[in-house]
C-alpha cells in the first residue's frame, strides 16, 4: 500500500509560481509512475502531468505545456511539479497519483492517491 501526502498548495496571484510536492511512503518509489491530476468544482477530474518510473519522460496537458515541470527524486520518493505563469483557470484540487505499471494520462489507471492539495489563482 503506497501513501502519498501532497504539499505546496495556496494562493497566488495571477503570474505566479508554485511548487507541489507528493512524498510517497514506498520504499520502492522507483517502480511506480506518478501522474498530477486536478479536479475543479463541478469539473471532471482532468489529466496534468506524468513522469515514468525512471523519470525519463515526462508528459503534460496541453493546457499546462511550457508552464508546469514535473521531475522527480527517487532517492526522496517525492515528484515536484513546478508551475509558473499561473493562469486563474488553473485553480483546482491537485491531486498526486501512483502507478504500479507503466505511465497513463487516465485516472482510472492509477492505485494510489494522495488526498489533494488546494491551488487558487486570482486574477
Known amino acids: 500500500q503506497v501513501q502519498l501526502l501532497e504539499s505546496g498548495g495556496g494562493l497566488v496571484q495571477a503570474g505566479g509560481s508554485l511548487r507541489l510536492s507528493c512524498a510517497a511512503s514506498?520504499?520502492?518509489?522507483?517502480?511506480?509512475?506518478m501522474g498530477w491530476f486536478r479536479q475543479a468544482p463541478e469539473k471532471e477530474r482532468e489529466f496534468v502531468a506524468g513522469?515514468?518510473?525512471?523519470?525519463?519522460?515526462?508528459y503534460y496537458a496541453d493546457s499546462v505545456k511550457g508552464r508546469f515541470t514535473l521531475s522527480r527524486d527517487n532517492s526522496k520518493n517525492t515528484v515536484y511539479l513546478q508551475m509558473n505563469s499561473l493562469k486563474p483557470e488553473d485553480t483546482a484540487v491537485y491531486y498526486c497519483?501512483?502507478?504500479?505499471?507503466?505511465?497513463?494520462?487516465?485516472?482510472?489507471?492509477?492505485?494510489?492517491w494522495g488526498q489533494g492539495t488546494q491551488v487558487t489563482v486570482s486574477s
Open positions: 513522469i515514468t518510473r525512471s523519470g525519463d519522460s515526462t
Open positions: 514506498e520504499r520502492t518509489f522507483s517502480s511506480y509512475a
Open positions: 497519483a501512483a502507478r504500479s505499471t507503466g505511465y497513463s494520462s487516465n485516472w482510472y489507471a492509477y492505485h494510489y
